[in-house]
């Protein structure tokens, strides 16, 4: 009975300690486990971090990507050279452009009413008319009005009126065609700084400067500010005439802001669509011997040894590598006219 129960008890004891053995076992395997899943962890961080760094990277790739497209964007628009429009489709805008002047011109003399010295107006008004006049049509046409002022009806001469308009309107066109910015001060600026340019770079970059720049400050013109303008300076010349001007700006604005869209369209056209090369819209001073290599007398006759008195046409001038040639006479008003 007794050897029964050692017995008994050496199984059980032999029972525990197996059991205890594969406790052991079990737990080693346990520490074997949660060391492996922390090294997978320390591992799965790792390749965290590398994945970040990776992304970070093609993040600074892509981005530098980006800036090289969009500065290869910005070089080929500079090294565009393909011009939008050609020299021909630039002489018939200034054609259409003279035309619609003379047109203009004409129909004012048919329609406004010469009043002569029975136009009366205080001193401070002559001066501010005659002063504007002397900058518009010179002062040779502007004494040849104030003569023709003090005329009879009988005596006045619708042709001399008609020249000093085609001269104040082509000289408000010019300056139109000419202008970089709506105001002149910031127009100065970017027309020195593009010369200082066209003495550094090829015409190519140059010119693609010229038409991008133009071409963003384009939006800020007003064509119906500048029309009045040209009403402001055409007022001028009447008073002095002693002609009528309210018609100006009833019958004649629609047919003036016409022109003055003309003008920016011809400035639009050498500022941004010709770029391979300049074109440079003229007129000429009074006062200066007639030169049929730039002008055309008014009239169509060629009366070379006399001086201008007007300038009633505007001319264009092709400039290339410095060699200037003319596309478009001007058209002047000579001395032997008045």
């Known amino acids: 009975m007794k050897s029964r129960q050692q017995a008994m008890e050496q199984e059980e004891r032999k029972a525990r300690e197996a059991l205890n053995s594969e406790i052991q076992q079990l737990k080693y395997e346990l520490r074997q486990t949660r060391a492996q899943l922390s090294r997978h962890s320390q591992e799965n961080m790792m390749y965290k971090d590398e994945i970040r760094r990776a992304e970070t990277q093609n993040e600074e790739t892509r981005r530098r990507l980006e800036e090289k497209a969009n500065e290869l964007k910005g070089a080929q628009a500079f090294l565009k050279h393909a011009?939008?429009?050609?020299?021909?489709?630039?002489?018939?805008?200034?054609?259409?452009?003279?035309?619609?002047?003379?047109?203009?011109?004409?129909?004012?003399?048919?329609?406004?009413?010469?009043?002569?010295?029975?136009?009366?107006?205080?001193?401070?008004?002559?001066?501010?008319?005659?002063?504007?006049?002397?900058?518009?049509?010179?002062?040779?046409?502007?004494?040849?009005?104030?003569?023709?002022?003090?005329?009879?009806?009988?005596?006045?001469?619708?042709?001399?009126?008609?020249?000093?308009?085609?001269?104040?309107?082509?000289?408000?066109?010019?300056?139109?065609?000419?202008?970089w910015a709506p105001e002149e001060g910031n127009s100065q600026f970017l027309r020195s700084v593009y010369s200082e340019i066209q003495?550094?770079?090829?015409?190519?970059?140059?010119?693609?400067?010229?038409?991008?720049?133009?071409?963003?400050?384009?939006?800020?013109?007003?064509?119906?500010?500048?029309?009045?303008?040209?009403?402001?300076?055409?007022?001028?010349?009447?008073?002095?005439?002693?002609?009528?001007?309210?018609?100006?700006?009833?019958?004649?604005?629609?047919?003036l802001l016409e022109i003055t869209a003309l003008a920016i369209r011809v400035q639009t056209a050498i500022g941004e669509s010709i770029t391979s090369m300049d074109l440079e819209p003229y007129i000429l001073p009074p006062g200066r011997p007639f030169d049929a290599a730039l002008m055309e007398e008014e009239g169509g006759s060629r009366a070379q040894g006399k001086k201008t008195v007007g300038c009633t046409g505007l001319g264009l001038a092709q400039l290339v590598n410095g060699d200037r040639t003319i596309l478009v006479r001007a058209k002047v008003l000579l001395d032997s006219a008045l």
Request: glycine letters at 6%; charged letters at 30%; one cysteine or more.
């Open 83 to 179: 011009n939008m429009l050609s020299g021909a489709d630039v002489i018939s805008l200034v054609d259409r452009l003279n035309s619609e002047v003379y047109q203009g011109a004409a129909s004012m003399v048919d329609t406004l009413e010469f009043e002569g010295a029975s136009r009366r107006m205080d001193d401070a008004a002559w001066k501010r008319a005659t002063s504007a006049t002397s900058k518009t049509i010179g002062g040779e046409l502007t004494q040849a009005l104030i003569t023709q002022r003090g005329k009879d009806k009988e005596d006045y001469d619708p042709i001399l009126l008609q020249y000093a308009l085609q001269t104040c309107l082509i000289f408000c066109c010019f300056k139109i065609c000419i202008s």
């Open 199 to 255: 003495k550094k770079e090829d015409q190519v970059v140059a010119g693609r400067w010229r038409a991008l720049t133009r071409a963003h400050i384009r939006e800020t013109r007003n064509p119906e500010a500048e029309t009045k303008q040209i009403i402001r300076e055409l007022r001028a010349v009447l008073i002095v005439a002693g002609c009528s001007d309210e018609e100006l700006s009833t019958e004649f604005e629609k047919d």
